[in-house]
Each structure stands twice: as structure tokens, then as C-alpha cells.
């Protein structure tokens, strides 16, 4: 792919990844005031109404866009960055066989997968936006964590943020669907 190319893909999941974390937040937020005040919100019946489309295409465009980035960009990607595909891979297998059999009970299977790679995926992105170079985790012979690949929206947008935000966006649509109360007025 040519530089510019790879430009504006970075620019467009850059602005995807913004409106996920934008519209994770909100989602927490208007939670939270559904317990407080115990009305309906059409926001939040709309991401339970639709949890399982939702939640396949934001894991399978967490999985492609990491092998997009290794195998036709050639970015390498370092230690954290495979632990975190162990945890996300199998999310759009599990979650497509869930859609297809519109099964929600789905949330007991991936919950632990998708917690343990939101944990990584903190840690991975606490030291790579606050951390010394020594500190993060990194094999020396292998790519560094530190490696900044991807730097979009003053440096806001980078790989590792990518994956928090697909993990943050995932456990969202988790919490809503599960805490969400079907029957207030």
C-alpha cells in the first residue's frame, strides 16, 4: 500500500475508533441514569436490541484490521499487541455463531475473554502514552512496544489505542446487555 493510502486508513479508523469511545462513554453514562431514574432509553434499547450485530462487527473489525496491518502494511506487531489477538480473535467466531443462532446468553462466554484483553490493553497503552521506553515489557530482539506505527489526531490514535477502545466498545455493549432492565416504564 502506498504511504497515502495507508494514511487514510488510519484517518478513517482513527474516526472510528473516536466515535466508539465516544458512544461507549455515553452509553455508561445514560446506564447509569437508568438506574438513577428508572425510564427507558431509546439509545440503550437500541444497542440491547441490536447487542449481537453490533458486537460481530466490531470484533471482526478489530481482528481484520490487526492482520491488515501485519500482512499488506508489513507492521510487525510486538508482545502485547499478540496477547491482545489471543483475547480478540475468537471474539467474531463466537460472536457470529451467537447471531446466527441469536444466542444472548453469549455475554458468559466472551465477558472473560474480552476482560483479560481490556487488562493488557490498558497496560499496554498506560506505558506507551506515560511510560519510560525501559519499562514496557518488550523482547529486545523482537519489535518494540514503543514503536509508533500509527499517529494520528496528534497522537491520540495509535495501535494500542485502537485496541482499547475494541475492547472498551465490546465490554460496553456486554454491560448494557446484561444490566440493562428490560421491564421499567
Not at 460481530?56 to 502494511?73: K, Q, R
Not at 490498558?122 to 499517529?151: E, I, K
Request: with cysteine; charged share 10%.
Amino acid at each position: 500500500m502506498s504511504t497515502e493510502s495507508v494514511h487514510y486508513l488510519n484517518v478513517f479508523l482513527g474516526l472510528g475508533v473516536i466515535a466508539l469511545q465516544v458512544l461507549s462513554v455515553i452509553a455508561l453514562i445514560s446506564l447509569f441514569f437508568v438506574f438513577r431514574n428508572g425510564k427507558r432509553n431509546s439509545f440503550l434499547d437500541f444497542l440491547d436490541k441490536h447487542f449481537l450485530m453490533l458486537s460481530f462487527l466490531i470484533s471482526l473489525f478489530a481482528s481484520v484490521f490487526p492482520l491488515v496491518y501485519s500482512e499488506i502494511i508489513n507492521f510487525l506487531p510486538c508482545n502485547l499487541c499478540w496477547w491482545q489477538r489471543v483475547f480478540m480473535f475468537p471474539a467474531p467466531f463466537l460472536f457470529g455463531i451467537a447471531l446466527f443462532d441469536k444466542d444472548r446468553r453469549i455475554i458468559k462466554y466472551v465477558a472473560s475473554l474480552l476482560s483479560v484483553g481490556f487488562l493488557i490493553t490498558v497496560y499496554q497503552n498506560f506505558f506507551y502514552y506515560f511510560g519510560q521506553n525501559s519499562n514496557l515489557p518488550c523482547d529486545a530482539t523482537g519489535v518494540s512496544c514503543y514503536q509508533r506505527l500509527v499517529s494520528e489526531f496528534g497522537g491520540y490514535i495509535s495501535i494500542p489505542m485502537m485496541a482499547l477502545a475494541a475492547f472498551f466498545g465490546l465490554l460496553t455493549l456486554l454491560a448494557v446487555t446484561h444490566f440493562y432492565p428490560r421491564k421499567i416504564q
